[in-house]
């Protein structure tokens, strides 16, 4: 059994650029959540994919996407990058059942560290 | 509005005692409590967790305590190791359509040797 990746595990890009992020989750999963943690601070939500459509977002803004494919893999992209954009951005994965249900289990990977200059 | 508040900040703590987190929630709808560890560089990894049927919850050295009146849950980390030194957070989630975490600002644990 293999556990959450994610790629690239860091990156630098300047303000107004665009960035993708990519996950893999563990298998047997088949929904990905997205979270933002700056710096000393918990992760913040951004959104949730199940079935390859957004289940649920968080408080940011459009220009936060993503996509999940039917191999439940998933990329989260940012446009027009800020400089608070800065952070480090999970993906954890988890089984959810078709009939939703008490919270379940969510597994993080090690996270991309993100630098807008 | 933050909805899951973590205490302390941070935490010295010598080697063998017991290191004790607090957090307090206010949605009455959360049904799912977990605690993670990260460690710097790293990715949360999920420690244990409770839910509100349990008043208390033991795995190893880490006890979870449950409130359900008082809207809270502590985690007790009992003869703390420096191995142990590492950010911790509490976190909940409520039963829907989906699950998602909401997170406390983090505890910083020392463990002194």
């Known amino acids: 059994e293999t556990g959450v990746t994610q790629s690239p595990t860091h990156l630098i890009k300047t303000r107004g650029q665009q960035v993708t992020l990519r996950c893999s989750s563990q298998s047997g999963h088949n929904t990905v959540s997205w979270y933002q943690q700056a710096l000393g601070q918990g992760p913040q939500f951004i959104f949730q994919?199940?079935?390859?459509?957004?289940?649920g977002r968080g408080n940011f803004p459009p220009r936060f996407s993503g996509l999940q494919f039917p191999n439940y893999s998933s990329e989260l992209n940012v446009n027009a990058l800020e400089l608070d954009d800065s952070a480090l951005y999970l993906c954890?994965?988890?089984?959810?059942?078709?009939?939703?249900?008490?919270?379940?289990?969510?597994?993080f990977g090690p996270g991309t560290r993100l630098t807008v200059l | 509005q933050q909805q899951v508040k973590q205490s302390p900040q941070s935490l010295i703590v010598q080697k063998g005692g017991i290191s004790i987190i607090n957090c307090a929630y206010e949605?009455?709808?959360?049904?799912?409590f977990p605690w993670y560890q990260q460690f710097p560089g790293k990715g949360p990894a999920l420690l244990i967790a409770i839910r509100p049927d349990v008043s208390e919850k033991k795995e190893g050295r880490f006890t979870i305590s449950f409130n359900k009146s008082a809207k809270q849950f502590s985690l007790h980390i009992m003869d703390s190791q420096p191995g142990d030194s590492a950010t911790y957070f509490c976190a909940a989630s409520k039963k829907s359509g989906y699950s998602t975490l909401t997170f406390g600002k983090g505890t910083m644990l020392l463990v002194s040797p």
């Open positions: 949605n009455t709808a959360f049904d799912y």
């Open positions: 954890a994965s988890s089984l959810a059942s078709l009939a939703g249900g008490p919270g379940s289990e969510q597994f």
């Open positions: 994919y199940y079935r390859e459509e957004e289940n």
